[in-house]
Structures are given as C-alpha cells and as structure tokens.
C-alpha cells in the first residue's frame, strides 16, 4: 500500500475515471477528479482515462485544458494516458484525429487490434514492476514509433510496444484501472514524488 502526501487528479471530461479514482482510494492516495482546469492548481499527477479519444480531446479543447496541462509539466506536474489518454498525450498519431497534446515524444496509433470484440486480456512485463501484470486491450493503440528519450516499459510477445515513459509522462495501452492489479498506480504514484 502506497501512503503518499502526493494528490492525483484525473481528467474525468469522459471515460472511465471512477475506476481509477477507485483504485486510488484502496491505495489511500489522496486523489480527485477534475473537471475544469483550475482544479489542476492542487494536484502532483493527472491521469487522462480511457474512453473516446476524439471526444476526451474535443472536451479538452472546449475547457480550454491543454495550456494548463502543458504549464504544470512544466512545473513538474506527471501525467499518465491510459488508451484514449495516450493517444491525447502522444506527439503524433497515424490518424488524422484527435490532435494529440504532445507531452511523450511517441507516434501512437489508434484501434490496432480491432474493434470492441476483438478486446483481450494479457499478462505482461512492466520494467519496474517485479510481477507480471494483468492488462487488459479494449479497441487499444499502440505506440509506434518513440524517441531515444523514451523509455520502452512494456511489450507484448511479438514485440509491440504498450508502455512507456519520458521523463514524468507515463502512457499505456491497456487499462490497469479495470484488471485488478494496483501495481501501474503505484509506479505512477511513486513517479510523481519523483
Ligand atoms: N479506441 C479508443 C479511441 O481511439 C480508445 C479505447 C479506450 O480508451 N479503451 O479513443
């Protein structure tokens, strides 16, 4: 269990924020959601959840959320995108839509592995993390390109990248929120007292 003096926030304009807010709250991390961008002024770390990428981004551009995100990283806020949160945060992405943030050096792309039906479950490898974890795909991307700065945390067997991090920035794939694992939620805890 992390005790932590760290506030996360996370972006709760759509997606499956309750769950993570969950996952915190067992880890009794103190945690809120955030809904307009001066509700970032108190926090240490935000996560971006998944859901709908286009509609998650439309809401950050209609908030007005993305030049305060950009300030407190640069401040030395963490973020971690979690599938519609990563492609938000990547540089770029092979689809024309959403415009990503920017905030990881990584070319992301969308709905790799199909569509709804074709969501699975997988036990992988996360550096930093001693146990396998269970992480779970729904209509995930995946990174396709990163930069020397970034560092690979995570593949599947063949190979595919599903996790990364760049200084503070932590992306992922699949959804630890919903797998029953707290173990990304610590690491990300743990990357914001950094
Ligand atoms: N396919 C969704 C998108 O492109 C992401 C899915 C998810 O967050 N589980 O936004």
Not at 132 to 143: D, G
């Amino acid at each position: 269990m992390v005790k932590s003096k760290v506030k996360i926030g996370v972006l709760a304009l759509q997606g499956d924020f309750a769950e993570h807010i969950s996952v915190l709250d067992n880890l009794n991390v103190n945690c809120t959601i955030v809904k307009k961008p001066n509700e970032l002024s108190d926090i240490n770390g935000l996560i971006i959840p998944g859901g709908e990428s286009t509609t998650i981004k439309k809401l950050i551009d209609r908030y007005d959320f993305e030049g305060e995100i950009k300030e407190k990283v640069s401040l030395g806020m963490s973020v971690w995108g979690t599938c519609a949160g990563l492609i938000c945060i990547a540089k770029k992405l092979t689809e024309p839509e959403p415009i990503p943030m920017n905030l990881i050096n990584a070319e992301v792309s969308r709905n790799w592995f199909g569509r709804q039906v074709d969501s699975f479950e997988s036990d992988i490898n996360f550096s930093g993390i001693e146990e396998k974890i269970k992480a779970v795909f729904i209509r995930a991307p995946i990174v396709n390109k990163v930069s020397k700065n970034v560092e690979v945390l995570s593949k599947l067997n063949d190979g595919t990248i599903v996790g990364i991090k760049e200084n503070k920035i932590l992306g992922t794939s699949f959804h630890p929120e919903i797998s029953g694992s707290t173990k990304v939620h610590e690491y990300f805890v743990n990357l914001t007292k950094e």
